[in-house]
């Protein structure tokens, strides 16, 4: 099956930019704060890691994507590692976002 490669939603390109470029977010009430950060957890790949125990992982990235940066993959790899979760690593050299789709050599 599919996953994301992305760690947190907010990371991946600019889909969620506001989170680290409003500069009121630091000087908001905390309890309003938590509350706003909430409604994005549900898009922490990384906490969900332990879910995949049992289930083999081959993870593979372009090495020159720009959408999800291959350190995001690299990280998630070493998150599901700490879970217990196998995991096959490959990141395709001179390869963007879409790489499948783009000129073969």
């Given at each position: 099956a599919s996953a994301?490669?992305?760690i947190r939603k907010e990371y991946y390109g600019d889909s969620n930019a506001l989170n680290h470029h409003?500069?009121?977010?630091?000087?908001t009430?905390?309890?309003l704060r938590a509350?706003?950060?909430?409604?994005?957890?549900?898009?922490?790949?990384?906490a969900l890691a332990p879910n995949l125990g049992g289930i083999p992982v081959l993870a593979r990235i372009g090495a020159a994507d720009?959408?999800?940066p291959p350190w995001q993959q690299r990280r998630m790899c070493r998150v599901l590692e700490e879970a217990g979760v196998a995991v096959e690593f490959?990141?395709?050299a001179g390869k963007e976002h879409w790489w499948w789709d783009s000129k073969r050599e």
């Amino acid at each position: 099956a599919s996953a994301a490669g992305w760690i947190r939603k907010e990371y991946y390109g600019d889909s969620n930019a506001l989170n680290h470029h409003d500069h009121a977010l630091p000087h908001t009430d905390a309890a309003l704060r938590a509350i706003f950060e909430s409604t994005v957890v549900d898009g922490y790949a990384d906490a969900l890691a332990p879910n995949l125990g049992g289930i083999p992982v081959l993870a593979r990235i372009g090495a020159a994507d720009q959408s999800v940066p291959p350190w995001q993959q690299r990280r998630m790899c070493r998150v599901l590692e700490e879970a217990g979760v196998a995991v096959e690593f490959d990141e395709v050299a001179g390869k963007e976002h879409w790489w499948w789709d783009s000129k073969r050599e």
